[in-house]
């Protein structure tokens, strides 16, 4: 995925693929979702990506003292 593209996944309804529309792929909801999620959890998601290569996301979440 291209630098300019990263900066935009975690928003809601964002489809990297322009192609892409709701019979052949997903509704550009989940990185929003689980961006949400990380946050309530004071979180974070980052993306580390290569073109043609592939993507990898990490979910950083602190360590609570109980």
């Given at each position: 995925?291209?630098?300019e593209e990263q900066s935009?996944?975690?928003d809601r309804f964002?489809?990297?693929d322009c192609?892409?529309?709701r019979q052949t792929g997903g509704s550009g909801l989940g990185l929003a979702?689980?961006?949400a999620i990380a946050q309530k959890?004071?979180?974070?998601?980052?993306?580390q990506s290569q073109p043609s290569k592939?993507?990898?996301f990490i979910i950083h979440l602190p360590?609570?003292?109980t």
């Open positions: 995925m291209a630098d935009n996944i975690f964002y489809r990297v192609d892409r529309n979702i689980a961006q959890h004071q979180g974070r998601i980052t993306v592939g993507s990898l360590i609570l003292p």
